[in-house]
């Protein structure tokens, strides 16, 4: 799937593997031409020429004799979701490959929003993924950050003066700030602890996940070059980040580059998953954070389970398209759950969104004329407040209907 899209690849004609009749192969009889059937040969008593030979079956003919078993392992039309006990909308309850129960996609946490690909097992017979706390003392070292950063030296653990100083100096709204809806750059939290504590929360969610922090994209030759993202093939074209906002996207990367990040926090909730929460609040236009992680043609991803792929590049050519998977790879933004498009109160819910620009002449971080998806606040966003973006794109393919 991408988001915004973050694609589901089935996101129509779902079905349980209740409807898959299982069939197993017992035993293939061993089929021996009747000449050899019972000789007893010791072939280092013959020359080559001496042997017989044997006259070889192709599978096809084996298969065709071999006897088949059909294994109807049980009557899968009485399932019942092991949560909410009901049987009803069986083409959504998802068999375990392990134990068999059953369990509607909409029924787990997170949800399930579509049939994954392979087999499938239940959040007790895969060990659901715990989210322990990380040692504050090991932030730095997770996020690779150099401690000796002047920022965070400071006795009250506020930012230096010197440092906001700079920051103000550089940053100065301009008076035409409101018309020209500038980007503004995230304000990270005041407080030292309470930043170690974000940054701890999300070293949690990275490490339950599976997942390394990377707060950029990562090109590998084995997947998709980077010379594969260029605006330049974008079918349509892609609006460019104006030179303003290049420059408030830099100042954030290099923020996050020393440890000062978004005041942003990972919680878990029983419902969502894995959420993100305002730490303090973000003012309307705010870049939050960049969605990262790896870059792959989207023709590589038809097959994968990864909840969180997003479309990078729509290129002419299709087999040109890029997408952004964090699954081995990235950063907060792959925590930041969706509305549900389909009623109102979900909508009501969205605070953000996400962004594709064509980046040109980003000449600090060497990005010049790539696609990169931003995520930007749409409204002000008070402190304690969940972030939710819009999945779907204009296609509308990502099932947000059991959404919370
Ligand atoms: C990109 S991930 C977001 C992080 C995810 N919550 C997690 O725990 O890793 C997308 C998945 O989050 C869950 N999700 C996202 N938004 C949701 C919502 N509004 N209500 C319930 N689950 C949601 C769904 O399981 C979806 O497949």
């Known amino acids: 799937m991408t988001k915004n899209g973050i694609l589901p690849r089935s996101s129509d004609g779902r079905v349980s593997k209740q409807s898959t009749m299982r069939l197993e192969l017992t035993r293939l009889e061993e089929v021996k031409p ?39 392992r049980d009557d899968y039309n009485n399932v019942n979701c092991e949560k909410c006990g009901s049987g009803d909308q069986s083409d959504e309850i998802l068999l375990c490959d392990k134990c068999d129960k059953g369990f509607h996609m909409k029924c787990l946490r997170p949800i399930v929003v579509r049939v994954p690909f392979g087999s499938w097992f239940c959040p007790e ?11 504050q003392n090991k932030v730095l070292e997770f996020f690779r950050i150099q401690k000796s950063c002047e920022t965070w030296d400071t006795k009250d653990g506020s930012l230096s003066p010197q440092d906001s100083r700079k920051r103000r100096r550089r940053w100065a709204p301009p ?20 930043r170690l504590q974000e940054m701890s ?71 969502e998953g894995l959420t993100v929460e305002a730490d303090a ?12 992680g790896d870059v792959d043609f989207l023709d590589n991803r038809n097959n994968d389970d990864c909840d969180g792929i997003m479309t990078l590049l729509l290129a002419n050519d299709p087999s040109k398209s890029l997408v952004i998977f964090p699954d081995k790879r990235g950063n907060i933004a792959r925590f930041i759950n969706g509305i549900n498009n389909h009623s109102i ?25 790539e696609c990169r998806v931003l995520i930007v606040a749409t409204r002000d966003i008070a402190e304690g407040e969940r972030l939710y973006y819009d999945y779907n794109g204009h296609e509308d393919a990502y099932p947000t209907h059991h959404f919370i």
Request: glycine share 4%.
């Open 345 to 369: 109160d979900g909508k009501k819910k969205q605070n953000c969104k996400c962004v594709r620009y064509n980046v040109c002449k980003c000449v600090r971080y060497n990005v010049n004329g």
């Open 125 to 135: 017979c895969c060990g659901q993924r715990r989210v322990r706390r990380f040692p």
């Open 201 to 271: 929360s999300l070293a949690s969610a990275l490490t339950a996940s599976k997942m390394e922090f990377c707060d950029d994209l990562y090109y590998s030759q084995a997947l998709a070059p980077r010379s594969a993202n260029q605006a330049k093939f974008e079918k349509g074209g892609i609006q460019v980040l104006p030179r303003e906002d290049i420059e408030t996207f830099e100042q954030c990367r290099a923020m996050c580059k020393t440890g000062i990040f978004p005041p942003l926090v990972v919680r878990y909730d029983s419902c």
């Open 281 to 292: 609040p973000i003012k309307d236009m705010t870049f939050i954070t960049e969605y990262t």
């Open 175 to 194: 008076v035409f700030q409101k018309k020209r809806r500038r980007l503004l750059p995230f304000i990270p939290h005041k407080d030292h602890d309470r």
């Open 34 to 72: 009747n000449s050899v059937k019972d000789e007893v040969l010791s072939p280092c008593m013959m020359s080559p020429s001496s042997v017989p030979q044997k006259k070889r079956k192709s599978m096809t003919e084996i298969l065709a004799v071999a006897k088949y078993a059909v294994v109807e």
